[in-house]
Every structure is written in structure tokens, then in C-alpha cells.
């Protein structure tokens, strides 16, 4: 037996290092910064450094790469976490007939039905166009009758 323990660090005890950075960290970073504490890590792990954070992380080496492209670019961070565009898009832009149809299910028709949007009514006392027994006849099973 050698009276000396080898000091070199192995590749599965710097995973292990990084993992445990990873886990402690990673609640409170948003997408961009974990992509720079990736390539920060990445580029000290030196060859093999992509590999070993993206294993570690449990993240595609994309976006390990990603993160030390972004870090060695030297940008400006931006304002926000994602480029502009990113997301989904608002449903009125994809579904032009969307808004003429919402409309169309809350405005008043001919007969004189009150608009439920600025009656200030509750809705069980706004008739439906559906459920409407006419003009000028109440029934006594519509609940709306004595609003």
C-alpha cells in the first residue's frame, strides 16, 4: 500500500461536481443564464467539457454549445431571456375569423336582447337567443324572467 493517495480528479468526480452545482442553481436561472453557467462550465472542463456538462445537467449538447457560443461572443445581454418573436402567437393573429366570431356570440341581436357585456347583470338574468321563448311572453321556468 502507498502511504500516498493519488490527487488526480477524475472525469465521473467532476460530473459529480457539476451536477451538484447544477442542482443548486438551476431554480433560480432563466433560460439564457443557464446557458452561460453551462459554457462557463463547459469551456473549464477544457476537452470533453461539452460532454461532461451536458451529461451532468441532463441538457442536448446543443445547448451546452449554445451557451459557450453565447458566452465567447461577448454580447450585450439583452433585456429579456428569449429573442424577440419567440413564443406562442396571440390567437387573433392566426384566426382572423376568431374575433368577428367572439363578437358575434356576445352582441345584442334585432329582438332588443340586452348586451351582456355592459349590462351589469349576472348572466343567468341575460336571456340567450337560444333559450328565448319570444318577445312579450314570460315563462315561469326561465330564471332570467324576474331580473
Not at 461572443?73 to 374575433?99: I, M, N
Amino acid at each position: 500500500m502507498s502511504a500516498y493517495a493519488c490527487a488526480m480528479v477524475t472525469a465521473a468526480d467532476r460530473e459529480a461536481e457539476v451536477a451538484r452545482r447544477w442542482e443548486l442553481l438551476s431554480p433560480f436561472l432563466d433560460e439564457r443564464q443557464r446557458r452561460l453557467w453551462m459554457g462557463a462550465e463547459a469551456r473549464e472542463g477544457g476537452h470533453g467539457g461539452v460532454s461532461l456538462v451536458a451529461r451532468a445537467a441532463g441538457v442536448a449538447r446543443s445547448t451546452v454549445t449554445r451557451g459557450l457560443f453565447e458566452l465567447e461572443s461577448g454580447q450585450e445581454p439583452p433585456g429579456r431571456a428569449r429573442r424577440p418573436g419567440g413564443g406562442r402567437k396571440r390567437a387573433d393573429v392566426t384566426d382572423a375569423e376568431l374575433a368577428g366570431a367572439l363578437r358575434a356570440l356576445v352582441e345584442p341581436d334585432a329582438r332588443g336582447i340586452r348586451n351582456p357585456r355592459c349590462s351589469g347583470l349576472p348572466s343567468r338574468c341575460v336571456p340567450s337567443p337560444m333559450s328565448s321563448p319570444g318577445p312579450g311572453t314570460r315563462s315561469p321556468r326561465r330564471p332570467w324572467a324576474g331580473c
